[in-house]
């Protein structure tokens, strides 16, 4: 009998200790947050991002803006009135993804990829098996990922969305492994489809060092004195300096001899008698400017690759891309807006990559195969013509330096009603949003 009681009064001491920590150390829930939990759907599936329900209601509550993270909720009008009336104000960011890239099946690949059709191991090995490191896989884990089934793998191998599906959650984001995706605000009606900030003066630069030993310069720079026609005759080099004027990369320098610097104050230095002409090896590109100019003939030079040059001048849109970029001042317009080819190529190949229309095409002679031209593995990558820029009639659209790509001002952009940037791009890589006005309620969240 006194075990009995014995045990009792431990029970009921325990209990009594257990009910003091319990109202001493109670955690009271907001309010706020508890409605929260009611109005979300409950399954804990962690698409948001969070843990569950619950710590995606605690963040909701201090931000939110967040709302449309919970796609099955933001799906639910009624849901999304029941957290704006919460709030007392609009719950959510009315935000879209968008796919930053129009290669797919138009960008070449590097390698044959027999692993799992993923994108994020497929980016582990090599970088990917895609010819441009900033272009999509086409494996589709952003499909795998989306919540509301709003993403679909088109014919080209490029994730399509279908913007009235897209909440802006970010999984898609989140899971590129590229990071071609990108959330804008809902009102955005174009983006620029493509992430590549291709400087095609890198691609030149390892270009000249391919055909650094394969071409010749050489030059008589210093006069001497020759026996002709019964006298002795001064010849060479007269710095008449034309060569340095025209030389496109500043392979060509006149510097004054160390032995008159000292006089430099006292009398005129002439470029004839008080300095010399230097060539670099490290610049030239021996494209022959300099011979042909050269009023003496004491350059010769010789070019490393030979080949051919031909361009459709009907499918030229007068970018000015092939002449701005020309190494070597090779091309210009004729009064007829026609492009005009002089004998100077150097057939690096550069004009073909950066034509938005391929109207150019240069070909390298066979014996001068292994050595390789500039070559767009992309067909779809922005070629930086700016006609884009060009187009705009709001001034919505400015070069990014940094980014090496055009960008939207979206404030500007979206009260337009031309979009005339769209019909001014000749590679459409500035697109239209795509919008669709069915309207599927989902139910069901896949989780990650």
């Known amino acids: ?114 692993g799992e059709k993923s994108c994020s191991i497929a980016a582990n090995l090599f970088q990917g098996n895609k010819s441009c490191e900033y272009g999509c896989l086409g494996f589709g884990d952003c499909v795998k990922v989306c919540p509301t089934l709003a993403i679909k793998m088109n014919d080209e191998g490029i994730p399509l969305i279908n ?107 002439t470029k004839t008698d008080q300095g010399r002409i230097n060539w670099s090896d490290r610049f030239c590109i021996y494209c022959k400017r300099c011979e042909k100019i050269c009023p003496e003939n004491v350059i010769s030079v010789e070019k490393p690759l030979n080949g051919s040059f031909n361009i459709d001048q009907n499918k030229c849109v007068e970018c000015e891309n092939c002449i701005n970029l020309c190494p070597a001042d090779n091309l210009s317009f004729t009064e007829g807006k026609n492009i005009l080819f002089d004998n100077f190529c150097i057939y690096c190949g550069l004009c073909e990559a950066v034509c938005p229309t391929s109207a150019i095409t240069v070909e390298v002679n066979e014996e001068d195969r292994p050595i390789k031209k500039i070559q767009n593995y992309c067909s779809n990558i922005c070629k930086k013509c700016k006609l884009c820029i060009d187009a705009c009639d709001k001034n919505a659209i400015r070069w990014d330096e940094k980014q090496n790509l055009p960008k939207i001002d979206y404030d500007l952009c979206k009260d337009c009603l031309s979009y005339a940037c769209i019909d001014s791009c000749p590679l459409h890589i500035i697109k239209m949003v795509d919008r669709e006005e069915e309207k599927v309620p989902v139910s069901i969240i896949v989780g990650r």
């Not at 325990?14 to 109670?26: G, Q, T, V, W």
């Not at 071609?180 to 983006?191: G, L, N, R, W």
């Not at 020759?226 to 500043?250: A, E, H, M, N, S």
């Open 1 to 114: 009998m006194i075990e009995i009681f014995t045990i009792v009064a431990v029970g009921f001491a325990f209990a009594l200790i257990l009910s003091i920590a319990a109202d001493r150390f109670k955690v009271v829930m907001d309010e706020k947050v508890e409605k929260t939990i009611e109005i979300l759907p409950g399954s804990n599936c962690g698409a948001c991002g969070f843990s569950g329900c619950s710590a995606f209601a605690e963040a909701l509550v201090k931000d939110p803006s967040l709302a449309n993270k919970c796609a099955q909720t933001y799906m639910d009008k009624e849901k999304v009135k029941a957290l704006s009336d919460l709030f007392g104000g609009e719950a959510g960011k009315k935000q879209k993804a968008v796919v930053l890239c129009n290669g797919g099946t138009k960008c070449t690949d590097k390698f044959e990829y027999d």
């Open 163 to 269: 913007l009235d599906k897209c909440t802006g959650c970010g999984a898609c984001v989140e899971v590129c492994p590229r990071k071609i995706i990108k959330i804008v605000p809902e009102e955005v009606p174009v983006f620029v489809a493509c992430n590549n900030p291709t400087l095609w003066e890198d691609d030149l630069d390892v270009f000249f060092s391919s055909i650094h030993d394969k071409g010749k310069f050489t030059a008589m720079f210093d006069k001497i004195e020759v026996y002709k026609d019964k006298i002795f005759q001064t010849v060479g080099c007269t710095r008449c300096l034309k060569c340095i004027d025209i030389c496109p990369r500043g392979a060509l320098e006149f510097t004054v001899l160390e032995k008159n610097l000292s006089n430099a104050d006292t009398y005129k230095i």
